[in-house]
């Protein structure tokens, strides 16, 4: 397979990286050059030739990793220069792009609107990864006008990135997405945006709750702005949604009547359920989990020795969280396991000279 990627950012060459790890060759285009020279470096592939693209040596697959707003225009570029056979892209976004395709007079039948649901706080090619994509769904949303021949070479380079393709359309997917990303991505800044007029006192006391919470607002500001622009409407529905439970919270919680408390907790139960219609390890059912707690010393290895025992017991991990003592070389451990397997650990951890409350 020969893929021509343009855009060099986090999505661009993990892309790159992936393909490159199956045997690829891969060419990789930026307006940046300093971008660009980064992932030519890690081996992410080689820079794509100034000049016109002779139709022999054109790629199978171009994928164009660049914001919503430039997809239309880097693909009318791109299919003028003939880079490929077909095309796909990775934002965010596909309404908005489609449509400015279709304006622009691009060549749909040879294009499938891609996104791979992956990424990181990180942003550039220095963050990028060759496994970013492995068990990730990758939503593919072909427009009438696209070809079957192209559709199966997206869905081609999407598995050998280790992806699990997931068609869909365009309007249904931006819908979803603001659901499940973008409108969750403003609720973290939001909550983030409090700590900024913060007291040491407050800052000291911020736990896992906060962390988890505020952990996606990390990212960069930049890139947000241009997805959120681009899907403007199905995320304003979602935070005006959020934004109605959290006023009518707000007013129950200064009522302070038992009845107000109960209404409080109503959307606290309704949390819970749709906290638990989110799909479990490979796309199943969500599971309940137990909580092995740890205690365990800030030094080198310590979690290789915990994973170790781990095995050695015959339990599988099935996710892990630390949080760190403020100002003590200790930290807190919390390994999900299944119910029956969680005392077998507990055991033997304590055995093995690791303080296991409970």
């Given amino acids: 397979m020969r893929v ?5 950012g986090l999505i661009g060459t993990s892309v790159a990286l992936a393909l490159r790890g199956r045997g690829a060759d891969v060419l990789l285009a930026d307006r940046d ?16 030739p100034a000049e016109t693209v002779d139709p022999a040596d054109a790629a199978d697959v171009a994928v164009l990793a660049v914001p919503p707003a430039a997809v239309a225009m880097t693909l009318l570029d791109a299919q003028k220069r003939g880079l490929a056979r077909f095309y796909t892209d990775v934002a965010s976004v596909k ?21 791979p649901l992956a990424g990181r706080e990180r942003s550039g090619p220095a963050a990028a990864r060759d496994d970013l994509f ?47 990303s973008h409108a969750p991505h403003v609720v973290s800044a939001a909550v983030a945006a409090r700590l900024t007029g913060a007291d040491e006192t407050a800052l000291g006391l911020a736990g896992q709750g906060v962390r988890d919470v505020t952990r996606i607002a990390a990212s960069d500001p930049r890139l947000w702005i241009g997805i959120l622009s681009a899907n403007a409407e199905p995320v304003a529905d ?3 949604a ?30 819970n359920a749709g906290r638990s219609r989110i799909p479990g390890k490979h796309g199943g059912p969500g ?10 010393p800030d030094r080198p290895g310590e979690l290789a020795m915990i994973f170790q025992a781990a095995g050695i017991a015959g339990v599988n991990i099935e996710d892990v969280t630390i949080e760190h003592s403020p ?12 119910p029956e397997a969680a005392e077998r650990l507990a055991g033997e951890l304590r055995a093995r000279g690791w303080s296991v409350p409970g």
């Fill in 327 to 338: 100002g003590r070389p200790l930290g807190v451990l919390e390994i999900a396991v299944r």
């Fill in 4 to 8: 021509v990627v343009v855009g060099t």
């Fill in 33 to 48: 050059p300093a971008a660009l020279e980064i992932a030519v470096g890690i081996g992410a592939g080689r820079e794509l």
């Fill in 95 to 115: 309404a908005l792009p489609l449509r400015q395709a279709a304006e622009l007079g691009c060549d749909l039948s040879v294009f499938v609107a891609g996104h």
């Fill in 238 to 240: 979602v935070l005006e």
């Fill in 287 to 296: 599971q309940a989990f137990a909580t092995v707690t740890v205690v365990i």
């Fill in 134 to 180: 492995l068990g990730r769904p990758w939503a593919l949303c072909p427009s009438p006008e696209t070809s079957p021949d192209a559709l199966a070479a997206v869905e081609a380079l999407a598995r050998e990135c280790g992806a699990e393709s997931v068609v869909v359309g365009a309007e249904e997917h931006d819908r979803a997405v603001a659901l499940v």
């Fill in 242 to 271: 959020v934004a109605t439970d959290l006023a009518v919270a707000a007013s129950l919680l200064r009522d302070g009547s038992e009845g107000a408390a109960g209404h409080v907790a109503d959307l606290l139960l309704r949390g």
